[in-house]
């Protein structure tokens, strides 16, 4: 783009850009909800079902390690105004003169910090904050930013900033999937991997045929009706015609035979259990739910959940100022309620919008005051695991603004991205890299992948507290493992596609360093990625390694 070059299409000065990107969203949207985009969901009354597997027996062999930690993405739909949220009080007197209707008035601000604040309504997220369980990054986008709904949702939910010209349009999340497992869609795995509430045509766990690899609910109400019945469709309640009441009792009973998660969903619904009241809020139903699972045991480690209405080119403050708050109260009662059996400390959450909104005010007249669309913007997220709070990334310049006023960027998107997938969901580096097709710099969050890591420490409150994989200099693998205690332990190497190739040892060992040989050769896969699965009795631990030639 030339330096001179303005962006249209972005807000009230483009009026039949802006509707139709809208327009070319939403029918994306429902091409895919109902089935005709991509292949990738079967839809009936409405629903969207998208339920494609990965191998059952691997993700056992993984399930005491990688599996422990879930990731909630939170979708801010619209392009979420981060200057509203976010409030740059170091330079409160530049930023209320671009906006002398829409700023946030001093007194309905309260202090994070002597640098930032948030609105009043947000404020039950302040004990987490206060806590460290909470850490924002700021001016978060990339180069070159687009103003479309449509393309920079794509975008962002697949790292990929020419996704518009690929071939490639999988997800950031389901490259992560099949990296996992690259025969995911053989068999349906026993839980779960991701689930959708709200989130419509989002790509994050998209393959690159645009097939979703996440179970998808239109609405909350969907998936609590299957969470209550363990069925999707009534198959008994049918019309009075005979042979279209068949006809839909079939349909439907084909459908709740594919949809296999249903019981599962009930189980976990029934046997969990929230132990806080919500408020109700679109985003709060939404959390309540998954806590709900997470405390039932469902198993699944990715969700992601949609709070809607951020494309506030006009009448902005109040709708903005009730999303604020609804993403405060919800926030609170989602980990208040996750902490009562400890599993908040395992659930990290993030927010993720398509854009923010650009520094200048619109709007000449009462009640019409909004933004348009913008660039960079800060990503909040929460969890105990952040281990304190915090600002990274470069304060917002509010003075130093691209060709389109609009906010410059200090932290790409994909830095977000590598580092949940490294320190996270513990994936190795370089495998982390191909999954964004290039390196991007690594963030300090305050978590790292001690439980787990084939290369860390992990607390020596553990049997194990440390285990790596190494090739040995004549063509086998030394798994290399720490036991802070004497104890059994058994050494077990599975294929990458879940089959159990050898027990390597088992019995008792004595505190201290301890090694055992895999000889790959004699399987004749000499290149092949393996899983090595140390359990101590108690807990598994395991990581992945390539066979060395």
Not at 20 to 35: A, I, V, Y
Not at 112 to 122: C, E, K, P, V, Y
């Amino acid at each position: 783009m030339s330096e001179n070059k303005i962006k249209r299409q972005l807000g009230v000065d483009d009026q039949k850009a802006h509707a139709d990107d809208h327009d070319l969203w939403s029918r994306r949207g429902f091409l895919q909800t109902m089935g005709l985009a991509g292949g990738g969901s079967i839809a009936f009354g409405g629903m969207s079902i998208n339920a494609l597997a990965h191998n059952s027996l691997l993700t056992s062999v993984l399930n005491n390690g990688i599996e422990d930690r879930i990731l909630v993405l939170i979708r801010l739909k619209g392009g979420n105004d981060g200057l509203n949220t976010i409030i740059p009080l170091f330079d409160y007197d530049t930023y209320a003169a671009h906006r002398p209707n829409l700023k946030i008035n001093t007194e309905d601000i309260s202090n994070l910090n002597q640098d930032f604040g948030i609105q009043n309504a947000m404020n039950n997220i302040l004990p987490l904050w206060e806590d460290g369980a909470m850490k924002v990054i700021n001016t978060v986008g990339y180069q070159d930013h687009s103003l479309s709904h449509f393309q920079s949702s794509d975008i962002m939910g697949s790292g990929n900033v020419n996704i518009k010209g690929s071939m490639d349009k999988s997800g950031v999340l389901g490259r992560y999937i099949l990296d996992q497992d690259p025969d995911f869609l053989e068999n349906l795995p026993p839980t779960p991997v991701a689930i959708k509430i709200a989130s419509g045509s989002s790509n994050p766990f998209f393959n690159p045929e645009q097939i979703d690899l996440a179970v998808n609910f239109n609405n909350i109400q969907n998936l609590i009706s299957i969470a209550n019945s363990g069925t999707v469709f009534d198959a008994e309640n049918l019309p009075d015609d005979c042979y279209y009441g068949e006809q839909i009792k079939f349909l439907r009973s084909l459908l709740n035979v594919t949809y296999e998660y249903g019981p599962i969903i009930r189980d976990a619904y029934n046997d969990g259990v929230n132990d806080v009241n919500y408020t109700n809020n679109p985003l709060s139903n939404q959390l309540e739910v998954i806590a709900r699972l997470i405390k039932g045991g469902l198993g699944t480690k990715l969700f992601m959940v949609t709070l809607d209405g951020f494309d506030t080119h006009d009448n902005q403050k109040g709708p903005h100022r009730d999303r604020m708050q609804w993403i405060g109260d919800a926030i609170s009662s989602f980990y208040k309620d996750l902490s009562f059996g400890g599993h908040d400390n395992r659930v990290l959450s993030m927010t993720m919008s398509e854009f923010g909104r650009r520094v200048s005010q619109t709007g000449s007249g009462a009640g019409t005051y909004g933004s348009d669309h913008g660039a960079a913007a800060p990503v909040m997220m929460f969890g105990p695991a952040l281990n304190g709070n915090g600002f990274l990334g470069e304060n917002p310049d509010l003075t130093n603004l691209d060709s389109n006023g609009n906010l410059t960027h200090s932290v790409d998107f994909r830095s977000i991205y590598a580092t949940i997938l490294e320190s996270w969901l513990c994936l190795d580096p370089m495998g982390v890299d191909a999954i964004l097709g290039e390196a991007f710099d690594r963030i300090d969050l305050g978590f790292d992948c001690t439980m787990v890591s084939t290369y860390d420490q992990l607390p020596f409150q553990q049997d194990v507290i440390h285990h790596k994989a190494y090739p040995t200099s004549y063509g086998g693998t030394i798994i290399e493992f720490e036991m802070a205690r004497p104890g059994n332990i058994n050494v077990s190497i599975y294929s990458i596609l879940g089959q159990k190739l050898e027990t390597l040892f088992t019995g008792y060992e004595s505190s201290g360093k301890h090694t055992v040989v895999f000889n790959h050769a004699k399987y004749g896969l000499m290149t092949s990625p393996f899983v090595y699965k140390i359990s101590d009795g108690t807990r598994s631990y395991s990581g992945k390694f390539i066979a060395a030639s």
